[in-house]
């Protein structure tokens, strides 16, 4: 998967099309899914160009690496969900079903949350 600066983020980013924002850094971003799963659920990016973890982890700086995941945290608190708990994740790549090609971390809480993943026969 390549980074294609026509992603639904990237437009973010460049503030071609809205976003209900909870928090913004100097590197990162973040706002309201548009198809919450849960009563809160949003999305930290970082505003480079990082299609996924691997990318990102791979390719930024420490001042970026940093700030993405006190963004995070910081979201969550802003947000109030740290106090009964909340769920992070981030799909990377085609087996985890990643849909946008921008990474990006789902926050999410609100409610019970259920067990990590259906159970389904490991193979
Ligand atoms: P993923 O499957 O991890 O790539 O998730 C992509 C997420 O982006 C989904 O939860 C979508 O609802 C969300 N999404 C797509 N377009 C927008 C948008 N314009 N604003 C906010 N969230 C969006």
Redesign the pocket.
Known sequence: MSYDPNN??A??LRGE?P??KVHETKHSLA???????APT?V?VIPKGTYVHLDDFTAKASEEELADFIRAVGDTARLLGVQADGYRI???NGAN??????HL?V?IFGGRPLGSMLKREPAR
């Open positions: 639904v983020f437009r973010i099309i976003c209900r706002f309201h899914d548009i198809n919450p799963l659920h999305l994740l981030a799909n985890a079903h990643q849909e946008v090609p990006h789902h």
